[in-house]
């Protein structure tokens, strides 16, 4: 124990067989463990085990479903010993969980808003605290490795994981993932335990051309450097021990066959040193969904040889008896395979697995814990968006009648989406008892005789006679949970029977508030003339019922703006940070009215997000007009809190390269900071520009260019141009 993780690795290796060191390579799901083979049984059969163990080596498990802590505990202490005491060289397994948004597979824990909605608060502490809470609730239970955060970036508003995304941004997706990568990995709360994070899902998944779950992707190689890998490095810049593939395929080829994207960008160009996982059965899945390769030993062979270190194979043995074959006929070297060790058993050792391989039952009282709840109700109120609020409806007056109307106005499973106890979500009963709805969190607030409720299917009269008693209706509209594949859609519109009902509900002539609880920005171009008030509340989580209640009620200030551009048209989306082409007018009218903000192709763009006090920018400026490629440039601007409440404003920087030589996003975001504000007080903020950090732009072989010219920033509606001089002359454009 005395010596360097090096050298005990080295150590151990020397001693391997090599079907102990594929046995590490592999990663087993519960089911094949436990006593029904259904995921939510968290129980083991020690025989199942033992064999897996013992016979097979095998060095890693996944998975399982919302249980309380003591049967956690229970499971990972009998698996642990038995992979401790009873193996021939006693390497501890790791053990690999969804904890997406919180702890969400244990039973009690503190469950925060989805990365969607941490996004939209454009504040990244909130992200580091899930990340900490997260591993203060579980890691004391064996889940010594999370599969969190999704980095890919949320272009696409169809796809079925834009909840899982920080949004569209690459700066924003970084920013958070860093945040939530050391908010998870150092935490002195935990010790002796440390957790690994994992980047998910490198790369580039997060822009299907037909919106469907893993359904392929044509990028370049400039486009990859540009927008999907810098999260990704910004992580592993902060430490990040873990990535996950791609299930998908990157200009024809499945990235888990993929040597240019899984050594050349990943090991050679980004320098990731870290443990490389596949998806859940995607060497599988480049036999039988991509029809990359003709049977399993040949997808293994072209997987290890892009550079796996670890299959999820998950739910047999294929990978483990394909890659002993491999490696005895020649087609792999032991060299191949000691990399992969090398790299998943310096990860056991640097989580500290050989010295605390076993779960502690002593900390239970921290899972849920009050201050642990605070923190997920801070980042819910920071996260929900007003888009809308005529002749200022909201915030709702404390003696107000209310009616709550909709799919989620009395859903707690609405408000948390997928992965939340369940892989799909739990069955509403699951959730806990004290977990609030919207409908009860606003007879909390208002008092149980001033707010009724109604579900199920529209009824002229009965709708009719419950809006006549009231003053203010809450559309509670939205999506139910899914995840991944299963939450596949045809369509973004808002479902036709919502539509419908907002509909009616205005015609009733009383204010009409829509809260949107979903994972994606479902299109309401239609009927958003029929609400007064729309807000965004994505999936706020289990603290997200109380979280809106304060919005609605003006107890919380709102200050989320979209992480994303807020879709209008049903065949068209585009992210804010866009091509000049992509957004072109023939009619010159059009042209015009785009240029002149009075059209736009969003319903919001990025970045809206409105509060019941108002902020001013002004005094905008730059400490010169001509920055040159060694020096800085500070731009500073005063935001003033105009309105009469206190409030908090996300300042959001934008920089743009007037012409390149490679097409320039018409403006990218480069900073923020959330600032709160006093009524009638002002504040300075500054960004200050790095021109390589900050003006620079990757060629086609990832390069770093900095083109000489005019670029602009802008904060807040305001912009100024500066001019950026090369050293050389001979290097300007
Ligand atoms: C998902 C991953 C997840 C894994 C393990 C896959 O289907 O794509 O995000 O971590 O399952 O549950």
Redesign the pocket.
Known sequence: TDASISERVEDLISRMTIEEKIGQMTQLNITMINSTGVQKDVDIVEEKARDFLLNHHVGSF??GEAVPGKTWYDYSMKLQRIAVEETRLGIPIIYGI?HIHGATYLAGSTVFPQAINLGATFNDEHSRQTGRITVIESADLGHHWN?APVLDLGRNPLWPRLYETFGESPYVAARHGVAYTEGLQDVPEAEPYVVASTG??FLGYGDPKSGWDRTPVDLSMQTIYEFHAPAFQASFDAGMKTI?VN?GEINGVPVHGSKVILTDLLRNYMNFEGVVVT??NDIGKMVDYHYTARDYKEATLQSVLAGIDMS?TPLSLAFNEALIELVAEGSITEERIDESVRRILKLKFELGLFENPYPRNDRFNRIGAKEHRAKALQAAEESIVLLKNDDNVLPLSKSVKILVVGPSANSKRNLAGGWTLAWQGGKEEQYPKEMLTISSALKQRYGKKNVSMLSGTFDEKTYRDAVSKVDVVVAAIGEEPYT?FVGNITSLELPSDQKELIRSLSAFNKPVVGVFVGGRPRIVADVIDDMDAYLFAGLPGFEGAQAIANVLSGDANPSGKLPISYPKYNGHFVPHNHKPSDVYYFNPEEANDIQQGQKSVWQWEFGTGLSYTTFEYSNLSLADTVLSEADYLKAEVTVTNTGNRKGMESVIWYTQDEVGTISRPVKEVKFFEKIELNPGESKTVSFTIFPEKHLSFPSHDGELLLEQGYFNVKVGGMEKRFYLQKNSLAESK
């Open positions: 996944l998975n969804d599969f998910k899902h996950m299930s998806d859940w999820m991944e």
